[in-house]
């Protein structure tokens, strides 16, 4: 007998009726011969009320409190599954993430998923229990209740998936992965299949989707990750291998991110101690650095752009202080008006010229761009939001998406 | 230094501004050099806006899951409060009942306190944190979240001063014991003592304010119990152990309860081994008798009346039925419109005629007695809804409630 991991999202689980139906889709799938363990978020706009109340009551909540607080929500669309579950006539079980020993570390509210303990999982589904689990957190070493970020519950089904070595499938309000968001432009295409490097850089930067820790999960365990809707029953993507063989799109996806700000620095000493101490500052606030460019150094030091999440900008502010105040010839600037589109592909490994032809493109349809990276399947730039609409239409269009 | 044991009900906690008063009434505590542990309810209504969501989706939704759900309410107002005593500048940290080490038995939604794990709350405490407990909540040998029924955070606060042997602080919405209910009597008297047995009796029997299991452990351990209003400062009452000396009151208070419904069986056999079955598989069920009153044999057996909560009736029924059929000559009859009043003080203990006297009132009245039983200290009746008010009138006028 298959087991299947099946993870559900917060819109998907927004109301009983809703509830109701991700029961019925269980069971169908439960009927089908498959031992079911079941990954929720938690319901709607919950996490976000509960935030809201933290918010009222102090600008700064410790995030150990944080963690507490808004764990509650999962717990309640478990209990809540599991009651819709036993009312269809099937047996279910729900547990939280410490109950299920989902050992964490890192810092509260985007802590990493240590360990497992699988043996809870399979003593329940030995009973013939539907287990169901709470997404998005765990407990750690000083048995604080702890949660992971965003994208959490895919995190929270892929590491079960990966230590129980069978399927994942993500449930969600989109249904399937597409080569640019379709909000962005209408006739973008689903795709079939996804790489896991591809849809690592996709979901890094912003396809909104998925978040890159399930995939990377997904990648190290080698489980297929399957993206699909869970209100149709159109078939959706199946994150996986790439085949060595397939002829490879030039540009399997399009991403967009109006999440983050670019800081500049100006005049860092030429010194890779001074960057090191910089960037380790950062990295101890755990304040996610995406984009770095350096320019080549002139006489008065390098300069150095990097891009963080605009809701990380106060935390890199303090940084930012704290250094120019050490080495008062560094100065900086904060850009919060930019968004960043990047382009994906594992067929660019083997063809060259894809920078060159979008620099083109964009420099056709008269579009600055502020700052470019590049990695071996993925190229990013920095551009005004102003121009994402025209600059994803000559892309689309040019690379057929 | 000492240690103080507060609780604050839900009422209490039900908005962020009360949850910052609340904040302020500890850390003015706090201040007069007491180390703080704050036991806490859901915020106001929360428990049932869940139980509300659990029975839209079944009718019997299993109790397991719904001490997952409802034991999520406490767990939103202790990191809320944490929060908001952070905010002002004092240390805390919050604690779900599994992670202070409340063990617990019995059943889920009706657990009981076996044991707490005093040390994680001592050593919080030379940390020099307020410690914050969800109450209401344990868990059970199998690593189940569980509840403990009404007046769960009662309980919870009683047991933990209990092991902590320090003064236990009750805050409520009414200041106080009343010798009766104000709604029912506005002249009632506030108490500034009363005695652990007198208010068991009180609390059995529906005075509303505490669950007799936070007095029975305050009276096991011998920590005087303290009732005030989490809004004003007026003085409250001290639950305390009786002072011999005390020329008591011959009644303390009265105490009216509509939750009940009266069973009466009809032609049991005079056998004790079936009365036994019958309170036996009634207590196999966890269904709370009260009243229990049996008549003199006659002919065909006996007959026996004995009140259960309403909301357990349907359980109760099941045992009638079952019981029925095995001995065809019984027959019940289930009375929902009943009430009942009781009347309870120490002095009746070496004062007697203090029935005799309630019945020449009642009859006096016009007021017929459906049911009567007596302990030690206390005089139950059962009576007509439509009576009670003129009942509690004439009793309270005559014993200058």
């Known amino acids: 007998m298959n087991i299947v991991v099946q993870k559900y999202g917060g819109s998907s689980v927004g109301s009983i009726e809703r509830i109701q139906n991700v029961a019925r889709r269980i069971i169908a799938k439960k009927n089908q011969n498959n031992k079911m363990v079941v990954v929720l978020s938690a319901m709607g706009d919950n996490t976000d009320d509960l935030l809201k109340m933290a918010y009222q009551i102090s600008d700064k909540p410790p995030k150990r409190e944080i963690d507490m607080l808004i764990s509650t929500g999962e717990q309640v669309s478990i209990s809540l599954l599991s009651m819709a579950l036993d009312a269809m006539g099937h047996k279910a079980i729900s547990l939280t993430g410490p109950q299920v020993g989902i050992k964490t570390t890192g810092h509260h509210t985007k802590s990493r998923i240590m360990d497992i303990d699988d043996a809870i999982i399979r003593k329940y589904l030995k009973e013939d ?40 499938e993500i449930y969600t309000d989109v249904d399937g992965i597409y080569s640019l968001d379709p909000r962005l432009y209408p006739n973008a295409r689903k795709l079939d299949f996804i790489s896991y490097e591809e849809m690592l850089e996709m979901a890094s930067l912003g396809a909104g989707v998925m978040h890159s820790r ?68 950062l990295a101890k606030k755990d304040i996610n650095i995406d984009m770095i460019s350096q320019t080549s150094p002139q006489d008065n030091g390098v300069n150095i752009s990097f891009t963080v999440p605009k809701n990380e900008l106060s935390d890199a502010k303090e940084i930012l202080v704290y250094m120019t105040k050490k080495y008062p010839d560094i100065s900086y600037e904060i850009k919060e008006d930019i968004c960043k589109l990047s382009v994906v592909g594992i067929g660019m490994r083997s063809q060259s010229g894809v920078a060159a032809k979008i620099f083109v493109l964009l420099a056709k349809a008269g579009i600055q761009v502020e700052m470019v990276t590049t990695s071996e399947i993925k190229i990013s730039y920095v551009i005004k939001p102003a121009d994402q609409k025209k600059a994803v239409e000559v892309i689309a269009v040019e690379f057929e998406l």
């Open 129 to 168: 229990k539907i287990v169901i689990v709470a997404g998005f957190q765990g407990i750690n070493e000083k048995s604080d209740i702890t949660t992971l970020g965003r994208g959490g519950s895919d995190t929270t089904a892929a590491a079960i998936a990966g230590k129980l070595q069978c399927k994942c």
């Open 214 to 281: 399930a995939i990377e999960i997904g990648q190290k365990y080698n489980i297929p990750i399957y993206v699909a809707s869970s209100i149709n029953d159109v078939p959706g993507t199946i994150i996986k291998e790439s085949e060595k063989n397939m002829e490879s799109a030039l540009i399997t996806g399009l991403a967009i991110d109006n999440n983050d700000a670019m800081i500049t620095l100006n005049h860092v000493p030429y010194s890779i101690n001074v960057t090191a101490e910089f960037f380790d500052n």
